[in-house]
């Protein structure tokens, strides 16, 4: 039962780096370059799919940076990750702000402006320091969202603990978006 949960998590956001074929006549099931999401990790448990290959940053061939496939998906949004985002940077902070347990989310609306997230989810988009409280039966937890953040719950929301409740935003960006995105390309002579 563990080894199936990790198969699960290791496949889920990865591309496919061949065509997965169902060995009783040899049907394909999924092709290269296809993302992995949950019905196609179900597919491959069903037909007992094998084997299966997946791309990584590891064996990139790209010259420079890492390239969307090898890369996969983005925890933020769980889906691939955009052509010149710089995931060093945004995965580790794209895990945003943790629930600490269960409990009642409370915040002040006139700090918030309501918007959507760059992929199309609502949010609301933090103009200053915000200050979240979650209430539990016996605790009160107080946490800061900082500003330029995206608070991806909504006032009296019931979360429960580990759920994300904010995209904390870098405060500064390391892409200048008045400049094209760079990538070096080197000759072999």
């Known amino acids: 039962m563990m080894a199936d949960r990790i198969f699960i998590q290791t496949l889920i956001g990865r591309v496919l780096a061949d065509d997965i074929y169902i060995y009783i006549g040899s049907r394909c099931i999924a092709t290269r370059n296809q993302d992995i999401g949950v019905r196609l990790v179900n597919r491959f448990i069903t037909f007992r799919a094998q084997p299966i290959s997946i791309r990584t940053p590891f064996t990139c061939r790209s010259t420079s940076w890492i390239c969307q496939l090898c890369y996969g998906w983005s925890p933020a949004h769980d889906d691939l990750v955009e052509l010149g985002e710089d995931v060093g940077i945004i995965a580790g902070q794209s895990i945003g702000e943790p629930a600490p347990f269960n409990g009642k989310i409370k915040f002040n609306e006139d700090l918030v402006h309501p918007t959507r997230t760059r992929h199309g989810h609502p949010a609301f988009l933090c103009s200053r320091d915000l200050y ?27 979360v429960e603990s580990e759920q994300v409740i904010a995209e904390i935003r870098v405060r500064t960006s390391t892409l200048n978006l008045k400049k094209k995105v760079r990538k070096h390309i080197y000759s072999d002579s």
Do not use: A, M, R
């Open 132 to 158: 979240v409280t979650i209430e539990s039966e016996d605790i009160i937890h107080n946490v800061c969202i900082p500003p330029k953040s995206f608070l991806l719950i909504q006032n009296d929301q019931y």
